[in-house]
């Protein structure tokens, strides 16, 4: 196992096959959800979109990654394709799984179950609201409230003694957590595409520094499907 500082290292090659960190003080292990069919083929994903065949062996494999981390809890949106990767981590390690609404992706709406390079603006960048769906402004104040929420949730949980909690959620969701909320590693930079099951950890107390950033090095792991960079990482 390598140790954490081994680990900041490589965050800035979010590729490398790297361990978890011995967890002394507590983290928050930041994960995105497994590969989706919709995720693949471009289109933004309506509520109950499930894991594919790939999603579901990526999130075995972070799964069996996260059996070397006790985590006291974790904590995952509750749209099917994030709930389903929770459950694969919460059976793997037997942490307790709850369910926070505000850990949703960006609700695009009516532009859901359309391809992405159809639609008449890039829904990823738009700042207004999509016909039926969340305004920039809307999902940055939800997610705020989802953080602040976490960070309650780990300082209790290090109260009791616990060192780590797992948070399962969405692209856009990460993306706005690393931008607003997570202090970067020293020259790394915001990562273009955040993979399928992605693992960012950083420190529950603030600034909330991250020890690592977008790790995907569970998928090079002989047999386990990689993670597709033309794949959407949000929506």
């Known amino acids: 196992m390598l140790h954490e500082l081994a680990l900041c290292r490589g965050v ?17 292990l930041l994960i995105r959800h497994g590969e ?19 999603g579901v ?26 709930w389903h990767t929770a459950e694969l981590i919460a ?3 037997g942490a307790p799984l709850e369910a926070n609404e505000l850990l949703r ?25 999509p016909p039926g769906g969340e305004s920039v402004a809307t999902f940055e104040l939800r997610i705020a409230h989802a953080f602040a929420s976490i960070v309650r949730r780990a300082a209790r949980l290090r109260a009791a003694g ?17 931008k607003t909320y997570i202090q970067l590693p020293q020259g790394v930079a915001m990562p273009v595409h955040l993979g399928n099951t992605s693992l960012t950890i950083f420190d ?18 002989p047999g386990v499907p990689r993670d597709d960079p033309r794949a959407l990482s949000g929506g």
């Open 12 to 28: 800035a090659r979010p590729g490398s096959p790297e361990d978890p960190p011995i967890i002394a003080a507590m983290r928050i």
């Open 36 to 54: 989706t069919p919709l995720n693949v083929a471009r289109v933004l994903q309506p509520m109950e979109t499930p894991l594919s065949v790939r």
């Open 57 to 82: 062996e990526q999130a075995t494999a972070l799964a069996r990654r996260l059996m070397r981390i006790e985590l006291a809890a974790i904590i995952s949106s509750d749209l099917a394709r994030a």
């Open 91 to 93: 059976a793997a390690s």
């Open 105 to 129: 992706e960006r609700n695009f709406g009516d532009w859901r179950g359309q391809p992405y390079e159809r639609l008449p603006e890039n829904p990823l960048t738009m700042t207004g609201a």
């Open 162 to 178: 616990a060192s780590a909690l797992a948070v399962v959620t969405h692209g856009l969701v990460i993306r706005e957590l690393l």
């Open 204 to 221: 529950a107390k603030p600034p909330h520094l991250a020890s690592l950033v977008n790790g995907t090095g569970h998928l090079e792991l």
